[in-house]
């Protein structure tokens, strides 16, 4: 079932039972994948004070959320599973969150400013050598492994990001995209798709939680015009401009709320972002496909 026809089901009147199979898998997957990534990390001998210290010092996460504080404290939790340093979250929510954390700085904005003028919002204040850039709706484990991603970036500056493996929950499913991800008309990429550039495949886009080089992402920035549907077209400006590759050895989590309607009702608002990126990407008279 994809994910449309997903949250038509839970979001219906007969969607009461599949809500609570929906919640009841996610949690205990999320559960168990928890328990078998601390046990990985620990066989691996991936538990390294100096390593977290040092990407806590180096490393500024950044998130956009929106009208879901529970998700976006379940972010904070469950990264600090895996880091130590400072996390900014930009809200557009009517009443933005607040963290009793001391390292997380919330940017409040207008209501429903969209995406991309949050990221740029936390972009713009990010003052160390990396940014892990990530969405409201990602849980980490052990398996998110900040501290090795850093390292590969420290020794091989022909890198500029490093997508993390996402999986999907409670469907079990990783995301990953083909050579024809991109917006027709873009750029030449750097290094073709598949190449290995430090032992990494290269891909053109990548699941949204990836670790870069601050100034790279810079570079490229999100489009202010987009509200929602950012993520390919971010992917297809970047090309040509930055090298992405993908460590399928480092996971995350997306556990999504599609059973919430509120957000919902927002989240796919997104007719007057298709129509803007079928000007810019397609000329007059064809829309993209939502992402």
């Known amino acids: 079932m994809d994910v449309r026809r997903l949250k038509a089901h839970l979001l219906g009147p ?13 949690v205990a997957q999320l559960a168990g994948v928890r328990a ?5 990390a620990v066989q ?35 990264l600090r599973r895996v880091f130590d340093g400072r996390i900014l979250i930009a809200d557009d929510s009517r009443t ?4 009793t954390d001391a390292l997380v700085d919330v940017i409040p904005l207008p209501f429903n400013s969209g995406v ?25 484990t052990a398996g998110s492994d900040i501290d090795a991603a850093r390292r590969h970036l420290d020794e091989h500056p022909e890198i500029d ?20 991800a991109l917006f027709p008309g873009h750029r030449e990429p750097l290094r073709r798709w598949g190449e290995l550039v430090g032992g990494l495949p290269v891909r053109y886009k990548i699941a949204q939680v990836y670790l870069a080089r601050t100034e790279a992402v810079r570079r490229v920035r999100w489009d202010p015009a987009i509200r ?29 709320t599609p059973f919430d309607a509120h957000y919902t009702s927002y989240r796919d608002d997104t007719a007057a972002d298709l129509r803007y990126l079928g000007r810019v990407w397609y000329g007059q008279g064809e829309s993209p496909r939502q992402e």
């Open 14 to 26: 007969q969607g009461g039972p599949l809500r609570v199979v929906y919640r009841a898998a996610t």
């Open 36 to 40: 078998l990534d601390r046990l990985g």
């Open 44 to 78: 691996g001998g991936r538990v390294d004070a100096g390593e977290r210290a040092e990407s806590a010092r180096r490393v500024t996460v950044i998130a956009k959320t929106f009208e879901r504080p529970k998700v976006a404290d379940r972010l904070v939790r469950t």
């Open 96 to 99: 933005p969150m607040t963290s």
């Open 116 to 140: 991309a003028i949050g990221r740029n919002a936390a972009l713009d204040a990010v003052d160390t050598d990396y940014v892990l850039v990530t969405d409201d709706d990602i849980v980490f």
């Open 161 to 180: 990001m490093i997508g993390f493996l996402l999986v999907e929950v409670p469907r079990w499913r990783a995301i990953d995209t083909g050579p024809d």
């Open 228 to 256: 929602m549907v950012d993520h390919r077209d971010f992917f297809s400006r970047a090309a040509g401009e930055i090298v992405v590759v993908v460590a399928q050895s480092i996971r995350a989590y997306h556990a999504r």
